[in-house]
């Protein structure tokens, strides 16, 4: 999580996580485009508004949503888990941007990593919890 300047443009890195689903999110000054895995957000996230008002939200949150271009790179897990680990990186580079978006950025909890991944399957069971069904006869 480091900024860079290409071209003179300042680079806000940040770095989500999710689930089984990894996020690398640069924010650059622009129009506030989503570009996830070359493809425009609309369209990779399958048209789905609650996914993009999840990624959107910490731009939001700070009034910003206009002023910046968001460039992903995703991999892992699936639409859910990618645009929570999105929403992740986002806020993350957005206290890059500037130390006091930390604090409303804390508040709405948008700097808290999910810590809810599957859990491993036990011998002996079905799933994770999941029994056999018991048979008295």
Not at 49 to 74: C, F, H, M, R, S
Request: one cysteine or more.
């Amino acid at each position: 999580m480091q900024a860079t300047e290409s071209q003179d443009k300042v680079v806000y890195w940040g770095t989500g996580r999710r689930k089984s689903s990894v996020a690398r999110v640069r924010l650059v000054p622009g129009s506030g485009q989503l570009i996830v895995n070359d493809k425009p957000g609309e369209i990779y996230f399958n048209r789905i508004p609650g996914y993009l008002q999840v990624i959107k939200a910490p731009l939001e949150t700070l009034g910003l949503e206009n002023e910046y271009d968001i460039l992903v790179k995703a991999h892992g897990g699936g639409l859910t888990g990618q645009s929570d680990a999105v929403k992740l990186g986002v806020a993350r580079a957005l206290c890059q941007l500037a130390p006091e978006n930390r604090q409303p950025l804390k508040i709405e909890g948008y700097l808290t990593r999910d810590p809810r991944a599957k859990e491993r399957k036990k011998y002996g069971l079905h799933k994770a919890r999941k029994a056999p069904q018991y048979s008295k006869r």
